[in-house]
Nanobody
Framework: QVQLVESGGGLVQTGGSLRVSCVAS????????MGWFRQAPGKEREFVAA????????SYADSVKGRFTISRDNAKNTVYLQMNSLKPEDTAVYYC?????????????WGQGTQVTVSS
Protein backbone atom coordinates (compact mmCIF):
# COMPACT_ATOMS: atom_id res chain seq x y z
CA GLN A 1 0.00 0.00 0.00
CA VAL A 2 1.26 3.46 -0.91
CA GLN A 3 0.02 6.69 0.61
CA LEU A 4 0.56 9.99 -1.16
CA VAL A 5 0.45 13.39 0.54
CA GLU A 6 0.56 16.60 -1.45
CA SER A 7 1.64 19.99 -0.14
CA GLY A 8 2.73 23.39 -1.35
CA GLY A 9 -0.47 24.70 -2.83
CA GLY A 10 -1.61 28.25 -2.22
CA LEU A 11 -2.61 31.58 -3.68
CA VAL A 12 -0.38 33.23 -6.26
CA GLN A 13 -0.77 36.09 -8.71
CA THR A 14 -0.84 35.68 -12.47
CA GLY A 15 2.67 35.19 -13.76
CA GLY A 16 3.92 33.88 -10.45
CA SER A 17 5.45 30.56 -9.54
CA LEU A 18 4.62 27.77 -7.14
CA ARG A 19 6.04 24.34 -6.41
CA VAL A 20 3.85 21.54 -5.17
CA SER A 21 5.26 18.37 -3.66
CA CYS A 22 3.99 14.87 -3.11
CA VAL A 23 5.57 12.56 -0.57
CA ALA A 24 4.95 8.83 -0.78
CA SER A 25 5.07 6.33 2.03
CA UNK A 26 6.65 2.92 1.64
CA UNK A 27 9.80 1.65 0.03
CA UNK A 28 8.47 1.03 -3.45
CA UNK A 29 8.24 4.63 -4.66
CA UNK A 30 10.98 4.18 -7.25
CA UNK A 31 8.95 1.44 -8.95
CA UNK A 32 6.09 3.76 -9.83
CA UNK A 33 5.47 6.15 -12.64
CA MET A 34 4.27 9.33 -10.96
CA GLY A 35 1.93 11.93 -12.33
CA TRP A 36 0.15 15.13 -11.55
CA PHE A 37 -3.49 15.74 -12.38
CA ARG A 38 -5.77 18.66 -11.67
CA GLN A 39 -9.45 19.35 -11.36
CA ALA A 40 -11.01 22.78 -11.58
CA PRO A 41 -14.51 23.50 -10.24
CA GLY A 42 -17.15 22.19 -12.59
CA LYS A 43 -14.60 20.51 -14.84
CA GLU A 44 -13.34 17.01 -15.29
CA ARG A 45 -10.02 15.91 -13.91
CA GLU A 46 -7.22 16.35 -16.41
CA PHE A 47 -3.70 15.10 -16.85
CA VAL A 48 -0.93 17.60 -16.21
CA ALA A 49 2.41 15.77 -16.23
CA ALA A 50 4.06 12.42 -15.64
CA UNK A 51 7.54 11.16 -14.95
CA UNK A 52 9.12 7.75 -15.38
CA UNK A 53 10.47 5.66 -12.53
CA UNK A 54 14.04 6.84 -13.14
CA UNK A 55 13.04 10.42 -13.82
CA UNK A 56 14.54 10.38 -17.30
CA UNK A 57 11.29 10.51 -19.24
CA UNK A 58 8.64 13.14 -18.73
CA SER A 59 5.44 14.10 -20.48
CA TYR A 60 3.20 17.14 -20.24
CA ALA A 61 -0.21 18.34 -21.24
CA ASP A 62 -0.02 20.90 -24.03
CA SER A 63 -1.59 23.50 -21.77
CA VAL A 64 1.37 23.45 -19.36
CA LYS A 65 4.26 22.55 -21.64
CA GLY A 66 7.09 25.03 -21.27
CA ARG A 67 5.71 26.40 -18.00
CA PHE A 68 5.57 23.39 -15.68
CA THR A 69 8.34 20.96 -14.79
CA ILE A 70 7.87 17.61 -13.10
CA SER A 71 10.74 16.01 -11.22
CA ARG A 72 11.32 13.38 -8.59
CA ASP A 73 13.75 12.48 -5.87
CA ASN A 74 13.58 8.76 -5.23
CA ALA A 75 15.80 9.03 -2.18
CA LYS A 76 13.16 11.27 -0.61
CA ASN A 77 10.13 9.45 -2.03
CA THR A 78 9.00 12.78 -3.45
CA VAL A 79 7.70 14.06 -6.74
CA TYR A 80 7.54 17.76 -7.51
CA LEU A 81 5.68 20.00 -9.89
CA GLN A 82 7.32 23.37 -10.48
CA MET A 83 4.78 25.76 -11.95
CA ASN A 84 5.93 28.98 -13.57
CA SER A 85 4.12 31.72 -15.49
CA LEU A 86 0.90 30.72 -13.79
CA LYS A 87 -2.42 31.71 -15.30
CA PRO A 88 -5.89 31.96 -13.76
CA GLU A 89 -6.90 28.90 -15.77
CA ASP A 90 -4.33 26.89 -13.80
CA THR A 91 -6.52 27.28 -10.73
CA ALA A 92 -7.49 23.80 -9.57
CA VAL A 93 -6.96 21.13 -6.99
CA TYR A 94 -3.73 19.36 -7.91
CA TYR A 95 -3.41 15.65 -7.23
CA CYS A 96 -0.44 13.36 -7.48
CA UNK A 97 -0.90 9.77 -8.54
CA UNK A 98 1.28 6.75 -9.03
CA UNK A 99 1.15 3.33 -10.61
CA UNK A 100 3.32 0.82 -12.41
CA UNK A 101 2.31 1.98 -15.89
CA UNK A 102 1.15 5.25 -17.42
CA UNK A 103 -1.94 3.53 -18.79
CA UNK A 104 -3.15 2.51 -15.33
CA UNK A 105 -2.02 5.53 -13.35
CA UNK A 106 -5.53 6.97 -13.13
CA UNK A 107 -6.56 3.80 -11.29
CA UNK A 108 -3.51 3.70 -9.04
CA UNK A 109 -2.64 5.47 -5.83
CA TRP A 110 -3.86 9.02 -5.28
CA GLY A 111 -3.24 11.79 -2.81
CA GLN A 112 -5.86 14.03 -1.25
CA GLY A 113 -4.97 17.04 -3.37
CA THR A 114 -3.68 20.53 -2.78
CA GLN A 115 -5.43 23.70 -3.87
CA VAL A 116 -3.69 26.08 -6.25
CA THR A 117 -5.37 29.42 -6.88
CA VAL A 118 -4.06 31.93 -9.39
CA SER A 119 -5.50 35.41 -9.07
CA SER A 120 -5.86 37.69 -12.06
Amino acid sequence: QVQLVESGGGLVQTGGSLRVSCVASGRTFSRYIMGWFRQAPGKEREFVAAISQSGIKTSYADSVKGRFTISRDNAKNTVYLQMNSLKPEDTAVYYCAGDSTILTISKGYWGQGTQVTVSS
